[in-house]
Every structure is written in C-alpha cells, then in structure tokens.
C-alpha cells in the first residue's frame, strides 16, 4: 500500500509528510501574493501606455517571481521538500499530485528548473525592467524568454505524455485544471508577445529603411 497519494503508487517517496494546512488557506496565501506582484507591475508604467506593455510588465513580473522565487525553493529545497510544511513547500506537494516527477527527483524536471531558475528567471526580471525604462533591449529580450517558455513547457508536457507512466493523479482537478491549466498560459501567452515583439522590430527596420531613403533623396 502506497505511503503517499502521488501516482504511480509504487513512486518512492520516503520523506513524504502530509500538508498541516487546508490547500484553500495556502492557495488563497499563494494567490494573494501573486496577485500583488501582478497589480504592482502593472501599475508602474504610467497611465496611457499601451495595454499590451502593462500586460507584459505584469507577465514578466509574475514569471520572475516564480522562477526565482517558487521554482527557486524547489531546486534547493528539493531533496527533503517532500517532508517540510512551509508555504512553498506545501503548494509543491499539492501541485505535484498532477506530476509526481517533482518529488521523485526525475532528471529531466530537476534540469528544467535548474535552467529556469538561473537563466529565465533573471532574464524574465531584466525584460520587466527594459519594458519599464523603455529600454532598446526590451523586445530582443522578450523574444529570447517567450521562446524559451514555449520551448520549455513543450519539453515539459511532451516528455510527460510520451512516456508510458502516468505521473498524474486521474481526478480532473490534478490533471486539467493543474497539469493543463496552470501550464497553459506558458504555452499561449508568449504567442501573443512574441507577435507584439515582431511587429515592434519589423516596424523599426521599415522606419531605418524610409529614412535612409529620405536621407539619399536629399
């Protein structure tokens, strides 16, 4: 009989101690404090800039925070955070009931978090700055992260559905609603600033482009 509620059941998981806390009263701690981080990001570009640059500020704020912050416990906390009862490890054992990989130490989740942590966490945190002192590297820097974002949440689901083991507990709240929808918006979002960013450098080509045609005009 399993000693953990993690699939698959026989997943070797000797430190695990149940969470001391309602998931509600952690996830409501957890929202309210990723909600702050979004509403404060938000807020700093002045009234009148476009919708799309508050929304980034905002994103890049909240994926910041986690890779440096959430996903930054997990990689030094992750040999005994299966028994610790602290806020963040708490969310940890309550989200890997949709991936048990997590607390089993699997290669690839552990390489994937190391990689977040020390490249697109600080480099999440420098486009938020470019995008608030209106830096020429803004958009350069949003293309490298939402491409590594899809590129890695790809990697994620992918090495996850392709193997034979399901990591997942079957109940839809652990599947849909934690391994798909919480993942999500990493796989769509960046889509829609990667088009933003784009356009941005097309536009800045074109405009060189008139202007040195006037120049020669002259």
């Given at each position: 009989?399993?000693?953990?509620?993690?699939?698959?059941?026989?997943?070797?998981?000797?430190?695990?101690?149940?969470?001391?806390?309602?998931?509600?009263?952690?996830?409501?701690?957890?929202?309210?404090?990723?909600?702050?981080?979004?509403?404060?990001?938000?807020?700093?570009?002045?009234?009148?800039?476009?919708?799309?640059?508050?929304?980034?500020?905002?994103?890049?704020?909240?994926?910041?925070?986690?890779?440096?912050?959430?996903?930054?416990?997990?990689?030094v906390h992750r040999a005994e955070i299966a028994?610790?009862?602290?806020?963040?490890?708490?969310?940890?054992?309550?989200?890997?009931?949709?991936?048990?990989?997590?607390?089993?130490?699997?290669?690839?989740?552990?390489?994937?978090?190391?990689i977040t942590l020390i490249c697109w966490g600080p480099l999440s945190l420098l486009t938020l700055l470019a995008i608030i002192k209106k830096h020429d590297l803004r958009h350069p820097l949003q293309i490298i992260v939402c491409t590594a974002h899809l590129y890695g949440v790809a990697l994620y689901y992918a090495t996850s559905e392709m193997d034979v083991t399901s990591y997942s507990r079957p109940e839809a709240l652990y599947y849909w609603v934690y391994y798909v929808g919480f993942n999500a918006p990493w796989a769509t979002v960046p889509f829609w600033l990667l088009w933003d960013s784009v356009g941005a450098i097309s536009n800045a080509f074109k405009a060189s482009r008139e202007l040195e045609g006037s120049r020669k005009n002259i």
């Open positions: 009989m399993a000693s953990h509620p993690y699939y698959p059941p026989t997943a070797a998981i000797p430190l695990y101690t149940p969470n001391a806390t309602p998931t509600i009263q952690t996830i409501a701690i957890f929202g309210a404090i990723v909600g702050a981080v979004v509403v404060v990001a938000y807020n700093v570009l002045p009234t009148g800039s476009r919708f799309i640059d508050r929304f980034s500020a905002s994103w890049f704020a909240l994926c910041a925070f986690l890779h440096l912050c959430f996903e930054g416990y997990y990689v028994g610790m009862n602290t806020l963040f490890a708490q969310l940890w054992k309550e989200y890997t009931l949709s991936d048990s990989r997590y607390l089993t130490l699997d290669t690839f989740t552990v390489c994937i978090e190391y």
